[in-house]
């Protein structure tokens, strides 16, 4: 794991970047990198090819040719952002706002992981170890996610 740095803050850990199905809020890829890598190198891994569109936060602007490369039929809906003192215009923010609110499903994976397997600080050293503990932690969400339909179908 490494370190990297957001303003004015020195982070140290790992990522957690997380593929989420639109429809149904169930994550199908999870990959765990060191603190340093940047979200669009990790985009090729979290898309599986069948995808009619990507969501995804400003991290993953200008990726518009790896979406479709890796996922050939997707959309790219992710998120827009200004460059230097280009601001947005109104119409383009109002797009933005649209499309969070479709990327906010995604939130809600990542907070089962947090809130209820307490996912929040790592608890080994090194990212194999880590990262299998989040891909456990991921499948354990899926699990909590459609518990009410598991227990509502009938049992042969």
């Given at each position: 794991m490494h370190q990297s740095k957001k303003g004015n803050q020195w982070y140290f850990?790992?990522?957690?970047?997380v593929a989420v199905d639109a429809k149904s809020k169930l994550i199908h890829r999870v990959v765990a990198t060191s603190g340093n890598v940047h979200d669009s190198k990790v985009l090729p891994s979290l898309l599986h090819g069948k995808e009619s569109a990507v969501w995804g936060d400003s991290a993953y602007a200008g990726q518009s040719e790896v979406i479709e490369r890796?996922?050939?039929w997707a959309q790219d809906l992710t998120q827009r952002r200004g460059k230097g003192y280009k601001y947005l215009s109104q119409m383009q923010r109002t797009i933005n706002r649209s499309r969070s609110k479709v990327r906010a499903r995604v939130e809600h994976a990542i907070g089962t992981i947090k809130r209820i397997f307490n996912f929040t600080k790592v608890r080994y050293r090194g990212l194999a170890k880590n990262g299998n503990r989040l891909v456990v932690a991921a499948a354990l969400a899926n699990l909590y996610m459609v518990r009410r339909?598991?227990?509502?179908?009938?049992?042969?």
């Open positions: 850990g790992m990522k957690a970047h890796a996922a050939p339909q598991l227990l509502a179908s009938p049992r042969p």
